[in-house]
């Protein structure tokens, strides 16, 4: 396997997330009852007259604009023809030698940069469900609006693959154009897959791989086909060039049809919808709705101190990372906010199974909170009661921070008139820990400081506490 | 141009899900070529300095909002389509095996 070199190339459809589908006022709904969202036009009736949603021209510009994509002034429809029960005209509208987009980028966050050949607009099929002896169709997807974004075969590692579509599906998101999610099928993926002896070889033959359908597939199909094809060309056999299917069940590939069955699609232009001219300004007005990327909040949440993994996982969901710079912006502590956005804030959302943008504790609230803990007035335990008495609130006003810290009791103590006698209680019951402590073992302090907060219910103020222990147990 | 051969024909018919007997398929070959000698008289016009589009028309850029459907729309929707088709099961479209048997 060290002796060949990789090559693989993705192509990556994206459904965008519009009301309706692309050519039929039908609605663009993903869990509905089967072939409830069908009409003449998506259904493939004839007669019937497509007519494309303005908005899914214009979210595919978006998304092309967010990978550095050149948008074409004009482009236009083609039909492609095969044939598949799924597809009940005969043929998929989409793009052939005129896409909306070409060039760009996907940038995998290290430095590297994988271009991209072309972006263009396409309807979904339908899906078909393969039972013993008959198949079943649901036309609800037809129609659906779809990107399809033809990566160049600059890959050269299942992880880099991997690392390719988590940097796409990032910048799409960030650009709200799909919710990229692979478990739906809002995202789904080709890989076009090759080896060769070195890396300024020609290409080797390639083979085509189909329904990857997830992440963790991804990688998986890779390494099973690179492994087949590595066993192949080191037996002195050759690769044959066909298109191959990923069965996840099994965990390998196996062929769906060769060269020569290959498909004749007879492209020719969609003659029932007038070419799409692009207007600077039209392209101008979707540039100014691309969301700053995700690559550029994660460098400027480094300069800010925060370590590369903290700005990494703020910065895997836009939502995530609009929360921390509320919060961040209201408390003015970045590190405060990336601690508290990472850790309590996603749990919660998580435990609740919704998105944090729905949380009852709003970054405003969270930034109060943290307030309270920068002026004495709560510590660290108390910020987190306070914190998910607001989350777990029933409908209607609010308590603020301040009012949840009277009614939980949970002020901090911190005049040390008031912990003085406290600590020289918890040291007279600990003698233990006071001779381990004197005679070197610091760790004891710890138990101390333990047994302190036991007693005051976590209200200590533990900067207090360290100070008055460390005066009263020094010789 | 070559005139078209029965084996492009047979390729042309499996394109279309098309079944041809090889007498028919000769037949057609005539007919076809006829057609193509009828579409060989543009190459008679001067097109020269004429850019080349796809399109007969001027129209540009017809587009719909991105608006569902109404109750009012008149158009069958879900249910009726689904009975158009010949038969059909669990809300789905019934039709033959397509991965092998």
């Given at each position: 396997?060290?002796?060949?070199?990789?090559?693989?190339g993705?192509?990556?459809?994206v459904?965008?997330?519009?009301?309706?589908?692309?050519?039929?006022?039908?609605?663009?709904?993903?869990?509905?009852l089967?072939n409830?969202?069908?009409?003449?036009?998506c259904?493939?009736?004839?007669?019937?007259?497509?007519?494309?949603?303005?908005?899914?021209l214009?979210?595919?510009?978006?998304a092309?604009?967010?990978?550095g994509?050149?948008?074409?002034?004009?482009?236009?429809?083609?039909?492609?023809?095969?044939?598949?029960?799924?597809?009940?005209?005969?043929?998929?509208?989409?793009?052939?030698?005129?896409?909306?987009?070409?060039?760009?980028s996907?940038?995998?966050?290290?430095?590297?940069?994988?271009?991209?050949e072309?972006?263009?607009?396409?309807?979904?099929?339908?899906?078909?469900?393969?039972?013993?002896?008959?198949s079943l169709?649901?036309?609800?997807?037809?129609g659906?609006?779809?990107?399809?974004?033809?990566?160049?075969?600059n890959?050269h590692?299942?992880?880099?693959a991997?690392?390719?579509?988590?940097?796409?599906?990032?910048?799409?998101?960030?650009?709200?154009?799909?919710t990229c999610?692979?478990?739906?099928?809002?995202?789904?993926?080709?890989?076009?897959?090759?080896?060769?002896?070195?890396s300024?070889?020609?290409?080797?033959t390639?083979?085509?791989?189909?329904?990857?359908?997830?992440?963790?597939?991804?990688?998986?199909?890779?390494?099973?086909?690179?492994?087949?094809?590595?066993?192949?060309?080191?037996?002195g056999a050759?690769?044959?060039q066909?298109?191959?299917l990923?069965?996840?069940?099994?965990?390998?590939?196996?062929?769906?049809?060769?060269?020569?069955?290959?498909?004749?699609?007879?492209?020719?232009?969609?003659p029932?919808?007038?070419p799409?001219?692009?207007?600077?300004?039209?392209?101008?007005?979707?540039?100014?709705?691309?969301?700053?990327?995700?690559?550029?909040?994660?460098?400027?949440?480094?300069?800010?101190?925060?370590?590369?993994?903290?700005?990494?996982v703020?910065?895997?969901?836009?939502?995530?990372?609009d929360?921390?710079?509320?919060?961040?912006?209201?408390?003015?502590?970045?590190?405060?906010?990336?601690?508290?956005?990472?850790?309590?804030?996603?749990?919660?959302?998580?435990?609740?199974?919704?998105?944090i943008?729905?949380?009852?504790?709003?970054?405003?609230t969270?930034a109060e909170?943290?307030?309270?803990?920068?002026?004495?007035?709560?510590?660290?335990?108390?910020?987190?009661k306070?914190?998910?008495?607001?989350l777990?609130?029933n409908?209607?006003?609010?308590?603020?921070?301040?009012?949840?810290?009277?009614?939980?009791?949970?002020?901090?103590?911190?005049?040390?008139?008031?912990?003085?006698?406290?600590v020289?209680?918890v040291?007279?019951?600990?003698?233990?820990?006071?001779?381990?402590?004197?005679?070197?073992?610091?760790?004891?302090?710890?138990?101390?400081?333990g047994?302190?907060?036991?007693?005051?219910?976590?209200?200590?103020?533990?900067?207090?506490?360290?100070?008055?222990?460390?005066?009263?147990?020094?010789? | 141009?070559?005139?078209?051969?029965?084996?492009?024909?047979?390729?042309?018919?499996?394109?279309a899900?098309l079944?041809?007997?090889?007498q028919?398929?000769?037949?057609?070959?005539?007919?076809?070529?006829?057609?193509?000698?009828w579409?060989?008289?543009?190459?008679?016009?001067?097109?020269?300095?004429?850019?080349?589009?796809?399109?007969?028309?001027?129209?540009?850029?017809?587009t719909?909002?991105?608006?569902?459907?109404t109750a009012?729309?008149?158009?069958?929707?879900?249910q009726?389509?689904?009975?158009?088709?010949?038969?059909?099961?669990?809300?789905?479209?019934?039709?033959?095996?397509?991965?092998?048997?």
């Amino acid at each position: 396997m060290t002796d060949w070199q990789p090559v693989i190339g993705l192509e990556v459809h994206v459904q965008l997330s519009t009301r309706t589908k692309l050519f039929c006022d039908c609605a663009n709904a993903f869990g509905t009852l089967a072939n409830s969202n069908t009409c003449p036009i998506c259904a493939g009736h004839p007669g019937v007259l497509p007519v494309p949603n303005e908005q899914a021209l214009l979210l595919g510009v978006r998304a092309a604009l967010a990978l550095g994509c050149d948008v074409q002034p004009f482009s236009k429809f083609d039909r492609k023809h095969y044939f598949y029960p799924d597809l009940p005209k005969g043929y998929q509208i989409s793009q052939y030698d005129l896409p909306f987009a070409l060039n760009g980028s996907v940038d995998l966050g290290d430095g590297r940069r994988i271009d991209l050949e072309r972006i263009h607009w396409e309807e979904d099929a339908g899906k078909s469900t393969h039972e013993a002896g008959y198949s079943l169709v649901d036309l609800n997807r037809c129609g659906v609006p779809l990107i399809e974004i033809v990566g160049k075969p600059n890959l050269h590692s299942p992880a880099d693959a991997h690392a390719f579509l988590d940097s796409l599906k990032r910048t799409l998101r960030y650009a709200t154009v799909s919710t990229c999610d692979m478990e739906k099928g809002s995202l789904r993926c080709d890989a076009n897959v090759s080896l060769r002896r070195t890396s300024d070889a020609p290409l080797g033959t390639k083979v085509e791989i189909k329904n990857v359908n997830s992440f963790k597939m991804v990688e998986r199909a890779l390494d099973f086909e690179l492994a087949r094809q590595a066993a192949i060309l080191d037996s002195g056999a050759t690769v044959a060039q066909e298109t191959r299917l990923w069965d996840e069940a099994r965990g390998e590939t196996r062929s769906m049809r060769s060269k020569e069955e290959a498909m004749d699609y007879r492209y020719f232009p969609e003659p029932d919808i007038p070419p799409i001219e692009l207007a600077t300004s039209t392209i101008d007005a979707q540039r100014e709705l691309v969301a700053e990327s995700w690559q550029t909040r994660r460098h400027r949440y480094e300069s800010a101190g925060l370590t590369a993994y903290d700005a990494s996982v703020l910065t895997a969901e836009p939502d995530i990372a609009d929360y921390f710079e509320a919060t961040w912006q209201a408390c003015d502590d970045a590190k405060q906010a990336a601690n508290w956005t990472q850790t309590d804030v996603l749990r919660a959302a998580g435990e609740r199974g919704v998105g944090i943008a729905e949380l009852r504790v709003r970054p405003n609230t969270l930034a109060e909170i943290i307030g309270l803990v920068q002026s004495g007035l709560i510590n660290f335990a108390g910020a987190r009661k306070v914190f998910n008495r607001i989350l777990d609130a029933n409908d209607g006003p609010c308590e603020t921070p301040a009012e949840a810290v009277v009614a939980l009791g949970v002020a901090q103590i911190s005049d040390p008139h008031l912990l003085e006698p406290i600590v020289r209680e918890v040291m007279g019951a600990c003698e233990k820990a006071v001779a381990d402590y004197r005679k070197g073992k610091t760790k004891a302090l710890d138990a101390l400081k333990g047994r302190i907060m036991g007693k005051t219910k976590g209200r200590a103020d533990p900067a207090v506490v360290g100070e008055i222990l460390t005066r009263l147990l020094s010789p | 141009m070559d005139k078209p051969q029965p084996t492009e024909i047979k390729v042309l018919a499996e394109l279309a899900r098309l079944r041809l007997e090889d007498q028919t398929a000769a037949r057609i070959a005539g007919q076809l070529e006829r057609i193509l000698d009828w579409f060989r008289s543009l190459d008679a016009i001067d097109t020269a300095g004429v850019e080349p589009s796809p399109y007969a028309v001027v129209l540009r850029n017809v587009t719909r909002p991105d608006e569902p459907a109404t109750a009012t729309d008149d158009l069958p929707h879900g249910q009726d389509i689904l009975n158009c088709g010949p038969e059909q099961t669990k809300d789905c479209y019934l039709v033959p095996p397509v991965l092998g048997s």
